[in-house]
């Protein structure tokens, strides 16, 4: 990692957009190196490694923890004691869970459901059309702060049709009167800041290639 890369990149994004640096992959020694350079938000998509660095990192106060992997149900409750920001919620059964389970652990996560705008069958996510319907519902739950949505979108497109993409997503947020759009990766950040995004995923760029 080369972590004069951070700044370089951190100046070509626009101030108000957030990073997110998705660490899944890379040790705690490397996270510690990009927080020293003002980096608080941190993303990582296993529990089990997450938390160990979690406990190495521990006297890092500032850092803010944002789970965006896929949930297994029963790690439901170790990510709602241990990540104030949960990115990846892909079914209504997870977000009642976790609302739950937050209400017993007397948390209250940031939550970015994660919605699908292509028939991608590698990726999780809610159907725009569903969310909507339940969207009432969806509010009621106590002990979660709906901030947004997030989305992956499939690997190969065209610069075009990710930017088309990432637009569903951010008309889709502002018709629900959501802030935050977690979209946008290495590979297509670009087009998810034209979009509208307010938080880039960004591993690779960040840290280099993953071993
Ligand atoms: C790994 C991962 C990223 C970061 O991917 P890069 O291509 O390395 O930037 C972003 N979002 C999710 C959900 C991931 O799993």
Redesign the pocket.
């Known amino acids: 990692m080369n972590p004069a890369n951070f700044l370089k990149i951190k100046n070509k994004i626009p101030s108000n957009v957030n990073i997110l640096a998705?660490s899944?992959g890379f040790k705690s020694q490397e996270i510690k190196t990009i927080q020293n350079m003002g980096q608080n938000d941190f993303?990582e998509?296993k529990f089990q490694e997450a938390f160990e660095k979690q406990l190495i990192l521990k006297e890092l106060k500032q850092i803010k923890w944002h789970f965006?992997?896929r949930i297994q149900n029963n790690k439901i409750r170790k990510i709602v004691q241990n990540f104030k920001y949960i990115?990846?919620v892909d079914s209504f059964e997870k977000l009642q869970k976790i609302s739950n389970i937050s209400f017993e652990e007397n948390k209250n996560p940031f939550i970015m459901l994660q919605v699908k705008f292509s028939d991608d069958p590698n990726k999780g996510g809610l159907n725009p059309e569903l969310l909507i319907l339940k969207w009432r519902e969806i509010q009621e739950l106590k002990n979660i702060t709906l901030s947004g949505l997030m989305t992956?979108n499939p690997k190969g497109l065209s610069s075009k049709e990710n930017l088309e993409l990432f637009k569903k997503c951010r008309s889709l947020a502002d018709s629900l009167q959501l802030p935050d759009c977690s979209m946008g990766?290495?590979?297509d950040w670009e087009e998810a800041v034209d979009a509208g995004s307010t938080w880039l995923?960004?591993?690779?760029?960040i840290f280099g290639d993953?071993f």
Not at 201 to 205: D, F
Request: charged residues 15%; proline residues 0%.
């Open positions: 998705v899944k993303g998509s965006i992997g990115h990846s992956i990766m290495s590979g995923r960004l591993g690779s760029l993953r």
